[in-house]
């Protein structure tokens, strides 16, 4: 089965710090999501990459994916309370679409 | 418009009774994922419906567990003979055509179930 590893597992940065968060994939990717859940909550779509060194931006998120390394990263600049939060990367199967898998997910704090 | 809605929010249940959890897909999505959150893990599929297909049951963990979903809408997810170790959030999505066709899943709150 496709797995896909965060890193890291938490994290922890000082308000109007940038950080990074990385989504590393077993399998080719064909597609990657990111997705932030609050504790309590259900997910919210942040973004979707297609293709191999797309590069998307939402405000102060930027996602990057890398298809020859089966990864994606996930940069927030100059963080905010606001971000806090588990921030998960989501792909389909290869072996079969109808599977949408997650990694473990990142737990983000900031600190004002 | 409404998102994806799942009932109850939470819900306890002692050890051995039956549990239905319920979810209600935004209008006109086709696609529609049940997933399983425990503590500290990540979510874990469980079941996908797509349109009229036969949905993909391959992530239910054992045959305790069923879904259905009726006229293409509203889907339940029961549980029969509780276990301590079925105590999650269980959580649903929906997607306009399935990640096969990369439209994104929009997750309802999920359900928080306690087996005591």
């Known amino acids: 089965s496709q797995e896909l590893e965060q890193s890291p597992q938490s994290l922890i940065v000082q308000e109007g710090k940038n950080l990074t968060i990385n989504c590393t994939s077993s399998k080719t990717l064909y597609g990657l999501y990111w997705y932030k859940q609050k504790y309590g909550e259900g997910l919210i779509f942040l973004m979707m990459?297609?293709?191999?060194?797309e590069e998307k931006s939402h405000e102060k998120i930027t996602a990057k994916l890398d298809e020859k390394k089966q990864q994606s990263s996930l940069h927030i600049t100059a963080s905010q309370p606001s971000h806090a939060g588990i921030y998960l990367c989501g792909a389909p199967d290869i072996y079969n679409f109808n599977k949408f898998y997650f990694g473990s997910g990142t737990k983000l704090n900031v600190k004002p | 418009g409404a998102g994806v809605s799942q009932s109850p929010s939470n819900k306890v249940t002692e050890k051995g009774k039956d549990v239905e959890l319920r979810c209600d897909p935004i209008?006109?999505?086709?696609?529609l994922y049940w997933y399983r959150q425990s503590l500290g893990q990540g979510l874990e599929f469980l079941i996908y419906f797509q349109g009229n297909s036969a949905p993909d049951k391959s992530g239910l963990p054992s045959d305790r567990f069923s879904a259905e979903r009726t006229g293409g809408s509203v889907s339940t997810l029961t549980i029969q003979r509780t276990q301590q170790e079925d105590s999650a959030v269980y959580l649903c999505a929906s997607s306009g055509q399935g990640a096969f066709y990369n439209s994104p899943l929009h997750f309802g709150n999920g359900t928080r179930l306690t087996v005591t």
């Open positions: 990459l297609q293709k191999g060194g």
């Open positions: 209008s006109g999505h086709t696609a």
